[in-house]
């Protein structure tokens, strides 16, 4: 009855018999992790409902499998067939769900923890290959030259068609100190490239300015005559807040009097500090809600305490911005708190979770809600999706080419000179500490994996890239060498921050005129 031959004259032999109950086990069990944990009654009410189909899906695996057992040109790891058949069945819900077996469990577990060597970037799957969605600032991948866009297609000279996103952050993760080599196709120009990295244990300052000053420390105020603050945030950890703070405290001490808020190519981060951001910002209303078949809709609201509210702000955002920073900018764009000003965002806005099968031998990572704006809107892209992410009310596009030099010109920016020697992140600010973890995050973390569930829903690491490190390249040349280029410049045209700055310069004169409105209308 579950195969198609005839049973009568082609007995199962015992081996087949013990194939067919294991498959049929481990699907079971990841079927009820699929669903949830049901009750017995709800259990038995789905069974009803659902009996057909399940002996029916259950029926062609068996079979098939028995067809590989017995036909296939090679052996068959028996085992493996199974956990194939899971994966396959998980990644064909979303490319963020997976099956993570034995032997990557404790590896996974890593990557949760963050506390492993890496490369430094934050990848994603488009179009059925890695993506990097954006090399993590300070890391070794940007050191290197990884840009944000550029397509993996080799991981130590083999190619990465068909890689998953779990088996390409183990391949690119690995003991600090020790090397990896991967090979990208340039967005802006289509060209090849090989970077062999040293993997580092990463630690981010994920707080930038405009500008370093001589000493190393970042400068946050871009126009002095009008009060306008830059900040940027390049990936949302557990020390973006309490730096942000800081940030915001000591460029207020310096004059700022509006703020443009720079979140591209930030892949995203943990949830909670997402909330914490935009709480900085709000004083009261909706930030975010999660929202899932099985699972209660969780609202995140603004406190009162410590907020920055009288500050006119523009956040710029462009199609690599993903996840906490969609929730960042949606919220404060919805609550009317910020005008959002760029591209439309990326569209990473679910939230995975981790279930635990065969006693904790292997695991199942399932997305099982996603995020919802203040206004309903929800952030996350599927494959057929028209809306998504974060629409900017200011629509500011730039070409490839023109996003290549403004990131190039923003790495540039990270050479640190002392005594007019280049120290290359040398700086006490800039180098990573050794005994600090991070290094790469599925992108469901993205910034872009997944995180159990008490961790907010997009903590690292994330499904949707890699939080890791990078690749080589040599030594930028000196300042004289780059186009008149020097640290302390601006990056030039970028034609997003110089609208953000007009946007803000042009906001007090908007408002004197539309308080003089009133007496104008008296004086008619």
Excluded at 20 to 34: D, F, G
Excluded at 99 to 112: G, Y
Excluded at 460 to 466: C, L, Q
């Amino acid at each position: 009855m579950w195969a198609t031959r005839d049973r009568s004259r082609h007995p199962m032999s015992q081996e087949e018999l013990k194939v067919q109950r294991n498959l049929s086990v481990l699907l079971v069990v990841v079927l009820l992790a699929v669903v949830g944990v049901l009750s017995f009654r709800e259990l038995n009410l789905w069974a009803a409902d659902d009996n057909q189909a399940i002996q029916k899906g259950l029926r062609l695996l068996v079979d098939a499998s028995n067809l590989a057992r017995k036909y296939y040109v090679n052996d068959v790891d028996n085992e493996k067939l199974y956990e194939n058949a899971v994966q396959g069945m998980l990644q064909g819900l979303d490319r963020f769900s997976s099956f993570i077996p034995a032997d990557e469990l404790a590896e996974f577990s890593k990557h949760i923890q963050g506390t492993f060597g890496g490369v430094g970037i934050v990848i994603g799957m488009e179009g059925g290959w890695l993506m990097v969605i954006s090399p993590l600032e300070d890391g070794p991948s940007f050191r290197a030259g990884v840009m944000a866009g550029d397509r993996i297609v080799e991981i130590n000279g083999k190619t990465t068609e068909g890689t998953s996103l779990n088996d390409a952050v183990k391949k690119l993760t690995g003991k600090p100190g020790s090397d990896v080599s991967f090979t990208v196709i340039h967005e802006a120009d289509l060209k090849r490239e090989t970077f062999t990295i040293t993997r580092e244990i990463i630690h981010i300052k994920t707080v930038k300015g405009i500008r370093r000053d001589d000493d190393g420390r970042w400068q946050y105020i871009v126009d002095a005559d009008a009060g306008i603050g830059y900040i940027r945030l390049t990936s949302f950890t557990s020390d973006t807040v309490d730096d942000l703070k800081k940030a915001v405290q000591e460029a207020t001490e310096d004059g700022m009097k509006s703020l443009v808020l720079d979140l591209r190519w930030n892949g995203g981060g943990m949830l909670d500090t997402a909330v914490g951001v935009a709480d900085l910002f709000l004083d009261e209303g909706v930030i975010v809600s999660t929202k899932g078949r099985n699972d209660p809709e969780d609202r995140k609201e603004a406190t009162a305490a410590g907020s920055v509210t009288d500050m006119p702000m523009v956040i710029v955002v462009n199609d690599r911005s993903a996840s906490a920073s969609e929730i960042v900018a949606g919220a404060l764009q919805d609550q009317n708190r910020a005008i959002v000003l760029g591209e439309r965002t990326f569209g990473k806005g679910s939230v995975q979770r981790i279930f635990q099968l065969n006693n904790g031998e292997c695991a199942v990572k399932l997305t099982v809600a996603k995020y919802y704006l203040p206004s309903g809107r929800c952030i996350h892209r599927e494959d057929d999706s028209e809306v998504w992410g974060v629409d900017p009310l200011i629509e500011v596009k730039m070409s490839l080419a023109e996003y290549a030099e403004v990131f190039r010109a923003r790495r540039d920016s990270e050479i640190l000179r002392v005594n007019g020697k280049e120290t290359n992140g040398k700086h006490d600010e800039a180098a990573p500490p050794k005994d600090n973890g991070g290094g790469v995050e599925p992108k469901d973390n993205g910034g872009d994996g997944a995180e159990p569930k008490d961790n907010g829903g997009d903590a690292r690491p994330n499904g949707d890239g890699t939080d890791t490190d990078g690749t080589g390249e040599p030594e930028l040349s000196p300042a004289d060498d780059l186009g008149g280029l020097k640290a302390e410049s601006k990056p030039a045209e970028d034609k997003q921050l110089a609208r953000a700055i007009d946007v803000l310069r042009m906001l007090p004169i908007v408002k004197r005129f539309g308080d003089a409105q009133p007496a104008v209308q008296a004086a008619k």
